[in-house]
């Protein structure tokens, strides 16, 4: 089953959180999405029926090996895209929130030719955990 695009928010998220934390809570969760308690609830279930996520023992979200590769797929677009726009000279704010709409709709292989390109003629391309979404 394909992923849609708030699923895809909801793994980005988790993995922003976990980059800063190894506890990653549902509240967490809510309060960076600006989501109630009951939506991450709902989503954070079907997330862990597709097998992208876990709760442990004390409650904390994890991701799993399958919604780790996909949630550092979506977080790259996410990265290689701001970074593609702000070399174009669109501020960082207005550059990070083109680049969350565009990172769920881009095919691969336009993101691919988009990521070889800004390697070939623009060098390394930054990577920013903590902006998120």
Do not use: W
Request: hydrophobic share 35%; glycine share 10%; proline share 1%.
């Amino acid at each position: 089953m394909a992923l849609q695009e708030s699923g895809e928010m909801y793994l980005e998220t988790i993995y922003v959180l976990s980059q800063k934390s190894n506890a990653v809570r549902g509240i967490d969760i809510g309060e960076q999405l600006g989501f109630s308690k009951p939506s991450v609830s709902r989503a954070l279930g079907l997330l862990k029926d597709e097998g992208l996520v876990i709760k442990d023992d004390d409650g904390f979200v994890k991701l799993t090996e399958k919604g780790l590769a996909k949630a550092q797929s979506i977080y790259e677009r996410h990265t290689v895209l701001t970074d593609l726009f702000m070399r174009l000279g669109v501020d960082e704010k207005t550059a990070a929130e083109d680049a969350c709409r565009i990172e769920h709709y881009i095919s691969d292989k336009t993101f691919d030719a988009v990521k070889n390109h800004m390697i070939k003629y623009g060098g390394k391309i930054k990577n920013r955990v903590g902006g998120g979404d």
